[in-house]
């Protein structure tokens, strides 16, 4: 993570035990200034283990909202056919707020000052991710951003590039054609996104986050 340190003074009294996942998520609000506090939540709102330089009330009302937020999301996509939401960020004038989910059962929550969710952040977020599901035995779902995936490019006619083909979960797919291609641009990153059709006529999205530099699929 890098050092962009925080006095330990800084968290708030906690009301609740100290448990195994404490010093994971005290790692990432340590390291992070504009984080406000981080929560650990279950798939019913209630938190598990959080840190926090707000009031603990806050942190955990907060987390549990954004469960529900999260939910909603997840049964939009569901209607749609749109895949598993796996990251959310919400950015307004006091506060920016980050869900990233675990599992179908977990969920962490990111509360910091406003224009504060940055790359470094998010990286550091990701590391959290690997370490919290190391720590609860958590497996990494085939929809995860995380999850192996490998994108063999093409030269294209007025675009840089385009997938030829992809590899996940040791499984080669090719791309039979590519039905579209768009930018997203986001507060923090660029996806180039590309809707394509494999040769088993399956169609889904594949995106290449700039930023990262890596490949993600929905």
């Not at 709102?45 to 806050?58: A, N």
């Not at 080669?172 to 996104?193: F, I, P, T, Y």
Request: hydrophobic residues 45%; contains cysteine.
């Amino acid at each position: 993570m890098p050092l962009r340190l925080r006095s330990p003074a800084e968290e708030a009294t906690r009301d609740m035990a100290e448990s195994a996942f404490t010093n994971i998520l005290r790692a990432f609000w340590l390291a992070n200034a504009g984080v406000l506090a981080v929560a650990f939540v279950d798939s019913e709102g209630e938190c598990v283990d959080y840190c926090s330089s707000l009031p603990p009330f806050d942190a955990k009302v907060a987390a549990a909202h954004l469960r529900v937020v999260v939910d909603d999301v997840r049964r939009f996509a569901e209607r749609r056919a749109s895949g598993e939401p796996s990251h959310l960020e919400i950015h307004g004038r006091e506060r920016d707020l980050v869900a990233r989910s675990l599992g179908d059962d977990y969920l962490l929550v990111v509360v910091l000052a406003a224009g504060e969710t940055d790359q470094a952040v998010l990286h550091d977020l990701e590391e959290t991710v690997v370490r919290l599901r190391r720590e609860a035995g958590i497996g990494v779902p085939s929809w995860d951003p995380s999850a192996e995936l490998t994108v063999e490019v093409r030269t294209a006619i007025g675009w840089p590039f385009a997938p030829r083909a992809f590899v996940e979960g040791g499984r080669r797919h090719e791309v039979a054609s590519v039905l579209g291609r768009w930018e997203e641009v986001g507060a923090v990153d660029v996806l180039d996104c590309f809707r394509v059709q494999t040769a088993r006529d399956e169609e889904l999205t594949l995106a290449y986050d700039r930023a990262e530099r890596r490949w993600l699929r929905w």
